[in-house]
């Protein structure tokens, strides 16, 4: 099957092109190589061969919609975007033009090309700030997002809804939790694991925002992937929660990293951000029932990973980088 991943280069998305290209599939990886990097499709460069094109396009560009009729995609996994909310805060024109504008491209060039589906990342941040008592929520919790960013990933979702209800253009949505993993940016401000790791590994500070007591509801990446390749067939029409569930405090975050690295980190404190949530997590119950998925990596496991990849890293002569954790 001929999939188009956009984002292709990122975290997420080089993961995914590699479970595309193992299962046998066809991938064109759509990345402006802004965030994302080359490096990430390493892998997927040396065992793609003719399988795998990538295309350096920005997605707001109207060669976008070109490419995608040209190449003919059966499903395009849309995970391109604007993912800092502080950006978005700053400058929400261009977290729209990228996020809202640059998902329209992607999605008329499927309806043009007359793709099967589109797999859209959403995000968490669909649902705003929740009260505790509501955690962990469901797809039913009414969307009320507070930053551009999470506005922008709700209006997708409305323009996927209205597409399939106009065009018969199939999608699934994924309400992404924290998801973390290798390949993960330390510097990118929302990657707490990875920073972390990254600390514990070279002996540096570790920045914690407030107390530290705001919690995540971290996903790993393989299981993310997972539930990707799932929806490409299956949750068709819906939003779907990623998540594990349960709540991790930042702080019991540390604590659990540190003492599988065996290290006891050098503590700094900074404010909260603006618009920073103080809890979140996904009920995953929909997933488990339209898409068969279900996380299964523990947090200690996948953390451990990343630890072991920090390790290797601060051994290398350029690895040796000051690190911060923004969530």
């Known amino acids: 099957m001929r999939t188009m991943v956009t984002g292709g280069a990122g975290f997420i998305g080089s993961a995914l092109v590699d479970r595309l290209l ?12 802004s965030s994302g990097s080359l490096a990430n499709l390493a892998d997927a460069r040396a065992a793609g061969g003719r399988a795998l094109s990538i295309h350096q396009l920005d997605v707001r560009l109207p060669e976008t919609t ?78 009320r997002p507070v930053s551009p960013y999470g506005v922008a990933k709700n209006a997708v979702v409305d323009y996927l809804v209205a597409y399939r209800e106009l065009y018969a253009l199939e999608f699934s949505a994924l309400a992404l939790a924290n998801v973390y993993g290798p390949r993960q940016d330390p510097d ?50 819906l939003v779907c929660n990623i998540g594990t569930g349960r709540e991790t405090s930042v702080n019991l975050l540390l604590a659990t990293m540190a003492g599988i690295a065996g290290v006891e980190p050098e503590l700094l404190h900074a404010p909260l951000r603006a618009g920073e949530l103080l809890r979140c997590a996904l009920d995953p119950t929909r997933a488990a029932i339209h898409l068969g998925w279900r996380p299964w990596t523990p947090l200690e496991e996948g953390c451990a990973v990343l630890v072991e990849e920090a390790r290797r890293r601060a051994a290398s002569p350029t690895g040796r980088r000051s690190a911060r954790s923004h969530r």
Do not use: C, M, W
């Not at 193992?22 to 190589?33: C, I, K, P």
């Not at 995609?73 to 950006?87: E, K, N, S, T, Y």
């Not at 329209?104 to 499927?110: F, N």
């Open 66 to 143: 070109d490419l995608i009729l040209r190449r003919r995609p059966v499903v395009i996994f849309h995970l391109a975007a604007q993912i800092d909310g502080r950006v978005s805060i700053a400058d929400p024109v261009f977290d729209a033009d990228v996020n809202v504008l640059g998902s329209l491209r992607v999605i008329e060039g499927a309806r043009s090309a007359g793709a099967d589906r589109v797999v859209f990342a959403a995000s968490v941040d669909l649902y705003g700030a929740p009260d505790a008592a509501e955690l962990p929520l469901r797809e039913s919790h009414p969307h």
């Open 188 to 237: 990118g401000g929302y990657g707490a694991v990875a920073a972390f790791a990254r600390a514990l590994a070279t002996g540096s500070p570790v920045t914690i925002l407030g107390d530290g007591e705001q919690t995540r509801d971290y996903v790993y990446i393989d299981d993310v992937v997972d539930a990707l390749a799932r929806a490409a067939t299956k949750g068709g029409g």
């Open 22 to 33: 193992a299962e046998g599939h066809e991938v064109d990886v759509v990345d402006d190589l």
